[in-house]
DNA sequence: TAGGAACCGTACCGTACGGTACATATACTG
DNA sequence: CAGTATATGTACCGTACGGTACGGTTCCTA
């Protein structure tokens, strides 16, 4: 399945073509840069087609989302023979391409798009964000996590808390700061590693390697 | 020195009313509820006073961070002689206090207001948020892990990462579910033990013990 | 008691937005 | 070729915002 078969079912190339523009102009300005009529000018449509295809504003931003979405698509490297070396280098990959999504300017933008919506909408972007958005990645994570629990390597009774234990290790408070305005991270792989030391350490089965782990946590 | 000393310095007693009631309309109804003109006729004041006191709306939403976080203190019981399990439950302590104040109403709407803002103000009032906002429970924490590591209890090479692993582990994507509008946890006490268990496995210097924390975290 | 500072309430201005209507152009189809 | 669907671009409407101006009121002070 070619990777915009979504988006090409879900929206006409001249739809796409204008949800590009649109996600450019919010990247660019902030909601405050994407209207109607700026939009129109920008992607020489008239304003009556973007209310006829997409509704009214909320409709458009909620398009936006769904279309950003649906070319989002992640390398499934799960279901291999798992050696230690293999799933700490599959997770490390995976801290790393989680903080480098997480840090793109379109993840960026859409997420304060429906953090400064969340309260006159009653969420339904943040919705929209949380349960398209992310279940690309967390599905990867899951897979990751749970073979590596079939291999023996992990252990741990719950994958919800094991993932959300791994996702707070990787990302902290860096994903709020860099919502915020700051500036991401100088050094994606060292964050990436310590993560998943830390990880490692808490619900990896090796003992022996663990304590080497742990000393090098300190490192 | 009391409470409101600082705010006192800062703002008149009207002025801080007016931000109080500023503060309530955003909590309520998001940044569009809060205009110039509806603040005016909430708090029963000019508008031409809100431009003399704040300048303009900008002025006025940096006011309202500043003030709101002149009320915010927060205890600080650290310097006590530490035991083992006197610095798990300081931590515990922290953990749940972290989480009940970036849950809080309050907190969530001015978070949302400055990553709403940080697109086109230049992140002004995401750096103020920063700066000010988490200064009092950065330092509390960092005032306790460090308390930890004098008294032997915790071993870390970098406090500002030990800091940020412990962060990581009790507030995961919590934050930023909330500020999408995703409703709170159910259980504040469970994560907070959670992520207390994990951070002492990894930086707790008792081996006997760790162990059979380590046991424990996977109960 | 007279003067002034601070403040309230209201009216006002310019602007810019979301949304609608229409007139025109292009392309497909019988 | 006629007719229909679809798209553009412009003009328009109502509304609501940020910001300013002004008359009237309260309160403090010389």
Redesign the interface.
């Known amino acids: 399945m070619p990777v915009d078969t979504v988006a090409s079912a879900k929206f006409t190339p001249r739809q796409s073509v204008v949800l590009a523009e649109a996600l450019r102009l919010l990247v660019e300005?902030?909601?405050?840069?994407l209207t109607t009529s700026g939009l129109a000018r920008a992607a020489n449509c008239s304003k009556e087609s973007l209310y006829k295809w997409f509704g009214d504003r909320d409709g458009l931003l909620a398009a936006m989302i769904s279309f950003q979405q649906s070319k989002v698509r992640t390398a499934d490297r799960s279901g291999e023979r798992l050696s230690v070396e293999a799933l700490r280098e599959h997770l490390e990959i995976f801290a790393r391409d989680l903080l480098e999504v997480l840090g793109g300017d379109v993840s960026l933008?859409l997420?304060?798009l429906?953090?400064?919506q969340?309260?006159?909408d009653?969420?339904k972007l943040?919705?929209l964000?949380?349960e398209h958005g992310r279940h690309e990645i967390d599905r990867r994570a899951r897979a990751l996590i749970e073979a590596g629990k079939r291999s023996g390597l992990l252990?741990?009774?719950d994958a919800d808390?094991a993932y959300?234990?791994l996702?707070?290790?990787?990302?902290?408070?860096l994903?709020?700061?860099m919502?915020?305005?700051?500036q991401g991270l100088k050094d994606i792989t060292r964050q990436a590693r310590?993560?998943v030391d830390?990880f490692i350490?808490?619900?990896g089965t090796q003992k022996e390697a663990g304590e080497a782990q742990?000393a090098s946590?300190?490192?």
Not at 179 to 182: F, I, M, P, S, Y
Request: proline share 0%; charged share 30%; net charge positive.
């Open positions: 300005g902030g909601d405050k840069a933008a997420n304060r429906a953090i400064g969340s309260s006159r009653g969420s943040g919705k964000l949380l252990r741990f009774d808390d959300h234990t996702y707070g290790l990787v990302v902290s408070d994903h709020v700061r919502l915020l305005g700051e310590k993560a830390a350490i808490l619900h742990r946590a300190v490192r």
